[in-house]
């Protein structure tokens, strides 16, 4: 629920530059009504009776909010073994492995692999939430008004842009550190070394840091477009001081 704060804080914001920037915008969006009351000060009243910075700081809480929800999904154990759009399954240039290796009776032991492969995910997935809030301070009002008028996962494009190469470069330590503590890596080593001694094989050389780090972020986004979606319908609950401000409902 506190995830769908932030497109309704979007909306204010984006209100208000928009009225700057002589843009158009319609009186409602997601079954929120939006403010009327405008003006081109930066330091008075911004959105609603707002200040501009209150109102960007409403956006930045509601939108930390949201993203925070994603990341503690995916870091949370079964956050991606058990959640079939992000689970990390066998490496695709070793289906033909894990299939041999299933056909000798090994089956238990590739699944064992697969497990510890999600495992290493979800606890390198604890280091994406700093990323992303540092981010998300990072927003400008073209940023907003971009999000506000884009696509369905138009926050979810600006984040890809703007953390993929920071999340790979803190991923890969930390991936190499969880697959090792997960024992990720001993069970491929393991398994690729049983395939590759087989007659007529390809030896397989999987860089399994890279695949899982590389499924790992794209999962973390999988979940953060997800987020974004049910946001853009659903602009409920407003569980903060500020953001009752920003919504023009506190006090009342």
Sequence with gaps: MKSRLFLAAITLVGFGHAAHAQFKLPTSLGGLKLPTKTTTSSSSTGVGGLTNTEAANGLKEALIQGISKGSDQASAVDGFNLNKFIRIPFPPDAQKMATTLRSIGLGSQVDKFELSLNRGAEDAAKSAK??????????TFTDVWNILT?????????????TTAQLTTAFQPIMQQSLDKVDATKYYTSLSSTYNKLPLVTPVQTDLNAYA??????????LIAQEEADIRENPVARTTSLLKKVFGIGGK
């Design 130 to 139: 700093p990323i992303f809030i540092n981010a998300i301070k990072q927003l």
């Design 150 to 162: 884009g696509q369905k996962d138009a926050a979810t494009q600006y984040l890809k842009r703007t």
């Design 213 to 222: 780090t590389g499924k790992a972020i794209d999962g973390l986004f999988t």
